[in-house]
């Protein structure tokens, strides 16, 4: 049972332009999110995280937010840069003793 | 700085077979976990540990278990090789529990089982 997903697959986007990643869940028990993003042959790296107080944190050029009530977050990347080109996971926890519930992962293709 | 070091990168098994992942790390990290990444999925927790001699099961444990006689080594063991155990392999660790430090992974094994 898949209680986080990440609905779209891949995502192409043009250099300069912003990048928008979903995230849906489906555990209301879910308190903290985190992104993570991954390039091939590597390990996935933490990328921006957020709590359920908050609707929005910002670090950089990455932002998120985070709708309790549609239990959905989102990723902004803006300005995507050809570096952003990886998969970028998200994930959830209800518990703080690591055990992280994980999306299947959006491929961002950011194009010159 | 090293960071989570794993070994194999790759590795061919054949179905019965036994073998052991190796994963270390040098950050002197409390909590280590184990993942599996199957195509198209998230990564799921197969085991993890909070501290030397302690170790607990994740979400997917079944065919595999775990020890942890250091802070540094948290190895996995796969007894007997199935193929529904082809997947790529991460290891992973962080400082405190994961609502106050993000985890660190290593680049994984590529593990077959034929």
């Known amino acids: 049972d898949q209680q986080v997903k990440q609905n779209s697959p891949s995502l192409s986007v043009q250099e300069g332009r912003i990048s928008i990643l979903n995230c849906d869940y489906t555990?209301?028990?879910?308190?903290?999110f985190l992104w993570y993003k991954k390039y091939p042959a590597e390990g996935p790296t933490f990328l921006i995280s957020i709590s359920s107080i908050k609707d929005k944190n910002e670090d950089g050029r990455f932002t998120v937010f985070l709708n309790k009530s549609a239990k959905h977050l989102s990723l902004h990347i803006v300005p995507s840069q050809p570096g952003d080109s990886a998969v970028y996971f998200c994930?959830?926890?209800?518990?703080?003793?690591?055990?992280?519930?994980f999306g299947a992962g959006t491929q961002v293709v950011v194009t010159p | 700085n090293a960071g989570v070091t794993q070994t194999p990168k790759f590795r061919i098994l054949k179905i019965g077979q036994s073998m052991t992942l190796q994963c270390t790390q040098d950050?002197?990290?409390?909590?280590m976990y184990w993942y599996r990444q199957d195509p198209g999925m998230g990564l799921k927790l197969i085991y993890y540990s909070v501290g030397a001699g302690i170790t607990d099961k994740g979400e997917v444990p079944n065919g595999y278990n775990v020890s942890r006689s250091t802070t540094e080594d948290f190895p996995l063991r796969l007894e007997l090789a199935a193929p529904s155990q082809t997947s790529v392999y991460f290891c992973a660790s962080s400082y405190f529990r994961v609502h106050n430090s993000p985890l660190h992974f290593g680049n994984g094994t590529r593990l077959t089982v034929t």
């Open positions: 994930a959830a926890s209800d518990h703080p003793w690591g055990k992280l519930q």
């Open positions: 950050m002197n990290h409390n909590y």
């Open positions: 555990n209301s028990m879910f308190d903290y």
